[in-house]
């Protein structure tokens, strides 16, 4: 019964011309249209092979799903303990908000305190498995901790580029790991420019946002934990704090894979990003029905996880909301806060700016009709409230 | 087949003159000497019951093992995704150490960031049962902090007390959490007498470490976690910052219980107590042979969660140190902050303070030949980094 087989991965496809690429060699984007690739697996074997139940008993990290993630040596995983993270159910929240069966699914209880690590968990494994000695990466604090940590894990060089003003403590870390460090002034994409300048030449290795295939494996696990925790079945509404938006298309993949292994049944949950008023390029794009996006002029907000002027694949993402019937939501920095006070003072849970922007928009999504008080829904905290001292110090002087 | 029994808890009794305490009442500690009371369950009819397996597929919580915690009525459960943290192998680090199998036990990743969200999860939750409307407790930060989320969200009203050079985040959250918070001049054990002057006239159930029968329980499931990751069996060794101790203390009676019901075999750890040279009464104590520990006078250290001049339960800490054939050593706040660098630059792991003192006590042991290089070795995290900032930001400087 194939008890060794360890991945059914099979193929890469470009998600718009659908070429195939290579698997057994470095792979960024599509070498034929730059798009994003996307991991294929034989499902059918998979499905002949696995049950739900195979998954009980096993290690509480995201590997658990092993033979659904891209890594063929299973030497060659580089795991901090990511994954496998807690569903809160918010009952006085829940109450307040009008929703009888309302979930935080918690992933500030990740190593490094986000879900990034999850995606550079498998990123940097299949790095590593592919002999990929030198990485880089822009981001806006979160994705730089992860990248820093498992890298180092995997005894690869990092070069990680963060705003100048990304929070202290985002910086701290990265210095903390060691690695190789550059400050830009200005957003994400300024840092992905200054860090674009110095990548061709030194032969270093894309780890940015959807431009390497890996990444969104990892945060497809998401996905598959949901299923499981809900005991193989999906919520109704999932509500995602939406940047580069790598964790909703990957639940969105994770939830078609689920589909044909025969594992889940039904209608597929309605993904919900939510942006902030400051920065949000893929309501704008949304509510004009566009298939792509445009940049955002002079992002600014408190969730720096959101300050993401345009994401990379902003196609993915909104073909997501369309095809499951979901929207996309915008709310404001004062909002985001008050739901971050909120959510302390009813259930003890302390949310991220990022993930509160998240509850907050459940008023704006019962309002317009689109949430009903007896749906299942989820809403994703997406790393630790304690990254964010100045939000937490903000945020606990309005409770008094 | 007892599909229906929730918990094999049977009688709570004195640690110390084995008086029995009724369980349907609220209990602190031993009405006939004062000493801590422990939670004694019917490990015949469990062991009939229940086999290592019927843990699979469960609640990736510390709930998974609910048969042997003391809550009878499953509707009290307070979680917030508490417990279940990864067991992280250090690789670069454990050949650095001179240690071919040394393992993390990473209880950042908890709600509230740290291994005091176990305890509270399961004394708040008993208390809800109990009927218990107020509590109160002094804190060096953390058990604060997971008291006023757990107590929040049972909603039953919390009174923390904590020094007022407490880190400032540990501040912050409990004022987020809405609950009422009091900050006193001096040291864990003004707060616990600040606390005492007001809790009687008050009606306040006490929350203090280990005077109430609980936290323990909720802190022993740390020990159940590690043999059912090691695949039901026990790591030669456990090296455990030491404060008010109740992890140790929890962890040695999860293993007495274990062998009880025939889960595990062979020789238990060894328990290693570590503390800061700057506050070490417990080490002071072991070197003594004594059976209890004095007041340390002056203590200071980086690590704040090892202010703690003395614990209330300290001889149950000296007597697992005893019993097991283990010991406690000191180590700076330089070594500790060194091994903090060392642990991110070598395996992309961060620890707090406290775990970080952990990891440094190994060289003491491996040179005084109390441990060999071919030993499994547990070294817990007790906590998340990113709730010490000023720390993170000298140990980052440090490394530069």
């Given amino acids: 019964m194939a008890s060794d087989l360890r991945s059914f991965f099979t193929h890469l496809y470009c998600s718009v011309c659908r070429a195939e690429h290579a698997i057994d060699e470095a792979q960024g984007v599509c070498r034929a249209c730059g798009a994003a690739l996307l991991a294929g697996y034989d499902l059918d074997l998979a499905r002949r092979n696995l049950r739900p139940s195979s998954f009980e008993g096993r290690v509480g990290t995201m590997w658990r799903y092993r033979e659904l993630l891209p890594v063929l040596d299973p030497g060659a995983i580089v795991t901090l303990g990511e994954g496998w993270t ?3 159910r918010l009952k006085p929240g829940g109450v307040a908000a009008g929703m009888s069966s309302l979930y935080i699914k918690d992933e500030g209880c990740n190593p ?3 879900f990034k690590a999850r995606g550079l968990s498998a990123a940097v494994s299949k790095a590593r498995e592919l002999g990929i000695g030198e990485v880089c990466i822009p981001s806006a604090g979160n994705a730089g901790g992860a990248l820093a940590a498992y890298a180092t894990a995997a005894g690869i060089s990092a070069h990680v580029f963060l705003p100048e003003d990304t929070p202290r403590i ?16 200005g957003l994400i994409s300024d840092a992905a420019k200054a860090m674009n300048e110095r990548r ?3 032969g270093w290795f894309d780890m940015s946002t959807m431009k390497e295939p890996y990444r969104l494996e990892g945060k497809k696990t998401m996905g598959y934990e949901l299923a499981e925790q809900f005991g193989w079945s999906l919520p109704d509404v999932i509500v995602y704090p939406t940047g580069g938006g790598t964790g909703l298309i990957g639940m969105w993949k994770a939830f078609d894979e689920l589909e044909k292994l025969g594992w889940v049944e039904g209608r597929k949950p309605r993904m919900v990003s939510v942006q902030m008023a400051g920065c949000a390029p893929v309501v704008k794009a949304f509510e004009a029905r566009a298939p792509k996006s445009e940049f955002w002029e002079g992002a600014a907000t408190v969730a720096s996880g959101l300050r993401v002027p345009r994401a990379f694949a902003d196609h993915l993402i909104l073909q997501a909301l369309y095809e499951s019937g979901g929207c996309a939501v915008a709310v404001s920095d004062e909002a985001a806060l008050r739901a971050m006070r909120n959510a302390a003072r009813s259930d003890g849970v302390l949310l991220c700016p990022e993930g509160a922007a998240a509850l907050a928009a459940l008023p704006v999504l019962t309002e317009s009709g689109f949430l009903s008080g ?4 989820v ?4 790393g630790i409230a304690y990254k964010y001292a100045e939000i937490l110090e903000r945020s606990s002087e309005g409770s008094n």
Avoid: C, W
């Fill in 379 to 382: 809403v994703f905290n997406t």
């Fill in 170 to 185: 985002n910086i701290q870390e990265v210095r903390l790991f060691g690695v190789d460090l550059h400050l830009v002034d």
């Fill in 200 to 202: 061709g030449p030194a």
């Fill in 112 to 114: 490094t305190g986000s």
């Fill in 374 to 377: 007896g749906e299942t829904v």
């Fill in 86 to 88: 807690p569903l809160i």
